[in-house]
């Protein structure tokens, strides 16, 4: 191992002998060379940290105020998106609501509640629309794509379907038809939502009882429950909130609001059956029910096996339609008309009447020849002519 | 004025109550750091810009001073840094618009009888050439052992290395530097 010679003799102490006597000249200029005078080296560098100083504390505090802007930006707008949502969801329900006298537009938008049949939900999302158009079946093409199309609860769709007879019904067995009209569908629940204005069918309220202020704990459960729903697509908590709403404010003045609210979220959980009890326990005189609820029930107690009383339901909204000879041009105003008569024509085939059945069906085809049921309607008429 | 560090302070000898920072660091290693900033940088070497930079370096990342080591061989540390950066920005700067570096010393402050001044600072030039070609490892040992003349034991503290590293680059850079000299001599 090569060994290093500790402190080893400097250039300047070694002989020319050792060295060549230019390197030792060489260290020597390099020691001699003279010092520079630096008198203002103290007061440049004060200088120099004192401009660092400001020119930091300038940088943070155009920070601090961005980020306090930042933060109240973050705190106003978690605090006023609420709001806005609130405010958007009820504009949304004015829009669709039937004009209102100015008195109670005024109402309204002092936060109190108008009648209970004035009250318009907000039209469903996408989402549940989606869902509930694909329980409901295409368009009929062939007979076998027609069992397989039809509802689980339907009675059958064609005359030798015998299910229907001895399905078990609330209201006697009716006799067998000769034909039978497949059970009406489950309707959109954007149907379902829209506005419940006061139509022929429903009685119009009396006298108006004076609009009372909902409590803000009643609005907060009816905002977190359309917000669960809506944006949240939770339905078991929007339900929650619902119960917890009826339980505290049973007789609230947002009352029919979260009825209506319930059911959208017992659709959406697929809990026909609740839904049915809702709407035929729901009182009268707080949920007058508009043409899309009668809808909505007459189709699902046909699901129930009760169709005398979904005829009822279904013929109401005929009635409705005939009577005032509704503006058919509304999109929905002819959704509702053709899903009634269709629901009328099936009840009626189901109870028994064929001959009003196939009125019915005569005049669905008559009417909306380019229909969601035009051509099953006009193959039932078809196959079985009158005799 | 930002505050020294509470490590630089304690480990600072007894200062006035009322003292400045920047008064007590200047007052007892100012002479130090432009010994160094002299030697190291060499004739073309701006003692007052690296000066300000070392105390300026050593003022504001004080909180990096841990105590551990003396506060002469940390203020070592900076100025080998900065003296470092200078060399690179100088080497950078002469590659990029050809600047020499003798430039530089045009501008220093004369000594001595002119004659006798040209001749020293040829030589110098002419070392601190050989000494630029060097390892920096080399080149650092070598100006503060044969130049600056501190012990072994010194340079190795300030350094931060162990004392028979030191030998071994005292003796492969002294042979380097004559070796370099030599060919510059030949034709």
């Known amino acids: ?41 103290k007061w440049r560098i004060r200088y120099t940290l004192q401009q660092r100083v400001e020119k930091r504390s300038r940088w943070l505090r155009l920070a601090l105020v961005g980020m306090c802007m930042f933060v109240m930006g973050g705190v106003v707008g978690a605090s006023v998106q609420p709001l806005m949502r609130a405010r958007r969801l009820e504009s949304s329900a004015h829009t669709e609501a039937p004009p209102a006298s100015p008195a109670s537009h005024g109402a309204r938008r002092r936060g109190q509640v108008q009648e209970p049949a ?26 076998a794509a027609t069992a397989r199309t ?7 769709d064609s005359l030798s379907t015998q299910t229907a007879r001895s399905r078990p019904s609330s209201e006697g067995t009716p006799p067998a038809p000769r034909f039978a009209v497949p059970a009406p569908v489950m309707p959109v629940p954007r149907a379902m939502l829209e506005s419940s204005a006061p139509t022929p069918v429903t009685p119009p309220p009396t006298v108006a009882p004076p609009p009372t202020p909902a409590s803000t704990r009643e ?42 609210l319930r059911t959208e979220a017992l659709l959406l959980l697929g809990r026909k059956a609740a839904v049915l009890d809702e709407l035929d326990s729901a009182v009268p005189s707080a949920t007058t029910p508009g043409e899309d609820r009668l809808l909505l029930r007459g189709e699902l107690r046909a699901g129930a096996g009760r169709w005398r009383a979904a005829l009822a339901d279904f013929d109401a909204v005929v009635r409705a339609h005939s009577a005032a000879s509704a503006d058919l041009d509304d999109r929905r105003s002819r959704k509702r008309l053709e899903r009634a008569l269709w629901g009328r024509a099936s009840a009626r085939s189901h109870l028994g009447d064929e001959s009003g059945a196939r009125d019915d069906l005569q005049e669905y085809v008559r009417r909306f020849p380019d229909g969601r049921f035009a051509i099953r309607a006009s193959r039932l008429l078809e196959d079985h002519r009158r005799p | ?44 070497a701006d003692v007052e810009d690296l000066l300000h930079d070392v105390f300026v370096v050593a003022l504001r990342r004080g909180f990096t001073f841990r105590g551990d080591a003396r506060i002469k061989t940390w203020l070592f540390r900076i100025t080998h840094h900065v003296v470092r950066n200078q060399r690179r920005r100088a080497f950078v700067r002469g590659l990029l618009w050809g600047r020499h570096r003798e430039e530089v010393l045009a501008s220093a402050p004369v000594a001595g009888t002119p004659h006798a001044e040209i001749e020293r600072r040829e030589r110098h030039l002419r070392l601190y050439r050989a000494l630029d070609r060097l390892p920096d490892a080399y080149r650092t040992a070598l100006i503060l052992y044969e130049i600056d003349g501190l012990s072994g034991e010194a340079v190795a503290e300030l350094v931060g290395i162990s004392l028979g590293t030191l030998w071994v680059r005292l003796h492969r850079g002294r042979a380097k530097l004559l070796a370099s000299l030599a060919a510059e001599e030949e034709p």
């Open chain 1, 1 to 41: 191992m090569k060994r290093y010679p500790a402190n080893p003799t400097r250039f300047v102490d070694l002989t020319s002998e050792q060295i060549p006597a230019a390197v030792g000249l060489l260290i020597r200029s390099a020691i001699e060379a003279p010092g520079e005078q630096t008198p203002r080296v």
């Open chain 1, 118 to 143: 004035a009250v318009a939900l907000p039209v469903a999302s996408a989402e549940v629309e989606g869902a509930m158009v694909a329980a409901a079946p295409p368009p009929l093409s062939t007979g």
């Open chain 1, 150 to 156: 039809v509802p689980p609860w339907s009675l059958g």
């Open chain 1, 219 to 260: 609005q907060a459960l009816i905002a977190t429950a359309l917000d669960k729903l809506r944006s949240g697509h939770e339905p078991e908590a929007a339900l929650a909130a619902l119960e917890e709403h009826r339980s505290r404010f049973p007789t609230g003045v947002l009352a029919p609001e979260a009825a209506r």
């Open chain 2, 1 to 44: 004025m930002p505050a020294m560090t509470l490590h630089l302070l304690k480990s600072a000898p007894v200062a006035s109550e009322r003292s400045d920072p920047l008064d007590d660091l200047y007052a007892r290693h100012a002479a130090d750091v432009k010994r160094w900033v002299r030697r190291l940088g060499g004739p073309s």
